[in-house]
């Protein structure tokens, strides 16, 4: 994409069990110039994790499995803290998260997705 | 006269009930006895509970401790019967003569009680009045009708206190149950923008799809400001303002007018209404070029039929207006005015836009 040359393109594990709204994510992501990934739930996305590493996690919160995103978020920080997260949920009210991490409240204007991504890109 | 149940698991039970035991101390309960020790003269007085295996004291004068073993207690006698136990001298009383409170310091003599008696008839504890030195003459009948009265108001007290925590109770289930309908509403909101996202991929004109998408963050922007209250109400400024930030920065609008609440159904309606007046500001009106201002304002104005609500928008700074060829759907919901009373009046004025909605105040506050 034009613009986005200078900055770089980023590698971003989209982490959402509804498959509409995780399409969209990914949609939003390589519209804006960046290469994404997905996962169903924060357990797969940990073995990908685990797996290759990650520039940006977006994750939702409430997902089936062992941890949601809220543990997903910690995990993160404290094993690949190199890697952003952008959490997002239909919370109300701002669930505690670990330090720098963003948070997004759904249903979310998908230019504001595209923007972090942009200011992490640099 | 309520039969007083003797046995430790109906007390047991009573006080779980309570949910008083080791609890701060509480101004209400303190004031019972220090008046019941002014009444009576006594150096001191307690408000103890009696447990299984120690007596506890949720007020006390006089005395450090705010707990003593059972084996300690003289309240424990008083237990069985409802009515006043008193013991003109601990040292004279077989029951009493061996209690380490009496044999060692503090050397308490002189012991007055009334039962603490649940409305279901289960003695809990006792209002107790002790002195350091013997009273052969006991409690005036004048002292005895205090601290019984004195006893019934730890009852007050204390049911007071549970119904306090059992309206804590449910409005903390209620809250819960509102965040996760709160939750749902949103994550569907966040489907149904995936679908349609996904649905529309391939739709060269992106105009509407856009137009869809933004009236979706509107509608869900408005249902975060009622979920803060429950879905009960919502502060018309809140519902404007809120509409506002999605299209313009704060200094681009002003946004002035009584404080009101709105029903859940007027709010929506409102939101939806601010919506796309702000989209046709930002995208023909006033909010189009650097410059231009929105001025938003209500009232209530006495009507024919009861209160009325007036809603002015009022655009001035933007480029000469031009009045719309074609009635789009945001035209079409901007004419069905507030809550659908079509009582819209709409100015084209070169100098910018205008436009006044009215609709019954009972009507943009009913549930």
Partial sequence: MVGQDLSKRLKVLVVDDELFVRMMAIDVVSDAGHDPYEAGDADEAVEMLEAEPYDVVFTDIKMPGSIDGLGLAALIHQRWPQTHVIVTSGHLTLPDLPQDTVFLQKPYRTAALSERLHSIAG | ?367
């Fill in chain 2, 1 to 367: 006269m309520p039969q007083i149940s003797p046995t430790d698991d109906a007390r047991l039970d009573a006080l779980g009930d309570y949910a008083v035991l080791d609890t701060p101390a509480e101004p209400d309960f303190d004031d019972i006895v220090h008046i019941a020790a002014h009444v009576c003269a006594t150096p001191i007085a307690l408000v103890s509970l009696v447990e299984k295996d120690r007596q506890w004291f949720k007020a006390r004068v006089g005395i450090d401790a705010c707990e003593t073993p059972i084996t300690q207690s003289v309240c424990a006698l008083g237990l069985a019967r409802d009515e006043l136990l008193i013991i003109p001298d601990l040292t004279a009383d077989s029951r009493t003569d061996a209690n380490t409170l009496v044999t060692q310091d503090p050397n308490l003599r002189f012991y007055a009680g009334a039962p603490l008696i649940t409305p279901s008839g289960v003695a809990i504890g006792m209002l107790c009045v002790i002195d350091t030195r013997p009273r052969p003459e006991g409690l005036t009948t004048e002292q005895q009708h205090t601290l019984r009265a004195l006893a019934r108001q730890v009852i007050v007290q204390l049911e007071y206190r549970k119904a306090i925590v059992v309206q804590q109770t449910i409005e903390a289930e209620r809250q819960l149950l509102n965040e996760e309908l709160s939750h749902r509403l949103k994550n569907t909101l966040a489907m149904v923008q995936g679908i349609a996202n996904q649905t529309l991929k391939s739709v060269a004109d992106r105009a509407p799809v856009e137009a869809f998408d933004a009236r979706l963050l509107a509608l869900s922007s408005a249902h975060d400001i009622l979920m803060r209250e429950s879905w009960a109400s919502a502060r018309m400024n809140l519902i404007v303002e809120g509409g506002m930030n999605l299209h313009a920065p704060q200094h681009r609008f002003t946004a002035k007018g009584c404080d009101t609440l709105l029903g859940p159904r007027g709010a929506l309606s409102t939101a939806m209404l601010v919506h796309e007046l702000a989209t046709n500001a930002v995208k023909y009106g006033s909010l189009s070029s650097p410059t231009g201002h929105v001025d938003i304002s209500w009232r209530i104005e006495p009507g024919e039929k009861g209160e009325e609500f007036v809603l002015e928008w009022r655009e001035h700074g933007g480029p000469p207006v031009v009045v719309p060829e074609i009635k789009g759907f945001g035209s079409r919901l901007i004419s069905t005015g507030l809550s659908g009373t079509r009582r819209v009046e709409e100015s084209f004025a070169p100098s910018g836009y205008e436009a006044c909605f009215r609709a019954p105040l009972s009507r943009m506050r009913e549930n």
